[in-house]
């Protein structure tokens, strides 16, 4: 492709929304962009792309994605996010391990802010938050590093949040969670998004309350929770 028909304005939408897009990255997203809407790829032509297009482009290349996925590439694809490349992160607070008995430690699958907006292959950043039934804190952002193939990078991403018991995510794929689960982390689809400390809070209230059997354990007093949970030998 002359590069003389991409401004920087659209490779920069283009770079951005394949953010958004799980297991895409820039160069696979132009391929199917041009293949499908043809030669130039300006701002004007990107603003046009409506979700039923882009899900059908590439021979439904994108059919799968997850609806807030899709509609953040296409804000991205339409100018209408914010594409600031000195975006501020959210502030991190200090934690020892001990400030907080009870408590577990949760990953989000993120792409700006403290959102859960990100596909497990794809977030450009996790926010790792330790939550108790009365206090949560955001106290690490990770930033997946560039690596191989996708069963690499799945296991990168993976080892990465080895401390972690809960991960949060708008999708991840059936491999890509084995290797999560080998870890020891609990992976939870959000499939529609939305603001982390809503979901952290709705964790906070399972905590105060019941938690199911693997996060009583995880919390460190499954013993009497244990057997409240325990399913008769002539039951199961």
């Not at 043809?38 to 792309?49: D, F, M, S, T, V």
């Not at 914010?82 to 607070?93: A, I």
């Not at 689809?189 to 199911?212: C, F, H, I, T, Y």
Request: a negative charge; proline letters at 8%; aromatic letters at 4%.
């Amino acid at each position: 492709m002359n590069p003389s028909t991409l401004t920087e304005a659209a490779a920069l939408r283009i770079g951005l929304a394949a953010r958004a897009l799980p297991d895409t990255d820039p160069a696979r997203l132009m391929k199917v962009l041009v293949n499908t809407f043809g030669l130039p790829l300006n701002e004007e032509k990107l603003a046009r792309i409506t979700v039923r297009e882009l899900q059908s482009a590439g021979d439904g290349a994108f059919s799968a994605v997850p609806l807030p996925a899709m509609k953040a590439a296409l804000d991205f694809l339409w100018g209408k996010a914010d594409v600031r490349v000195d975006e501020q992160l959210p502030p991190v607070m200090a934690y020892a391990s001990g400030d907080m008995p009870g408590s577990i430690r949760v990953a989000v699958a993120s792409n700006s802010d403290e959102q859960v907006d990100g596909h497990f292959g794809s977030c450009t950043r996790f926010l790792v938050y330790q939550v108790a039934p009365n206090e949560m804190r955001l106290i690490d952002i990770r930033t997946p590093a560039n690596v191989g193939g996708a069963d690499d990078k799945n296991t990168h991403r993976a080892a990465l949040l080895r401390d972690c018991d809960v991960l949060y995510v708008v999708s991840i794929g059936g491999p890509a969670a084995a290797k999560v689960v080998k870890q020891n982390i609990h992976p939870v689809k959000l499939p529609n998004g939305g603001p982390a400390r809503d979901a952290l809070a709705q964790m906070q209230s399972v905590l105060e309350a019941n938690p199911p059997p693997w996060l009583a354990r995880v919390m460190g007093r499954d013993g009497a929770l244990a057997e409240r949970f325990a399913v008769p030998a002539d039951e199961e």
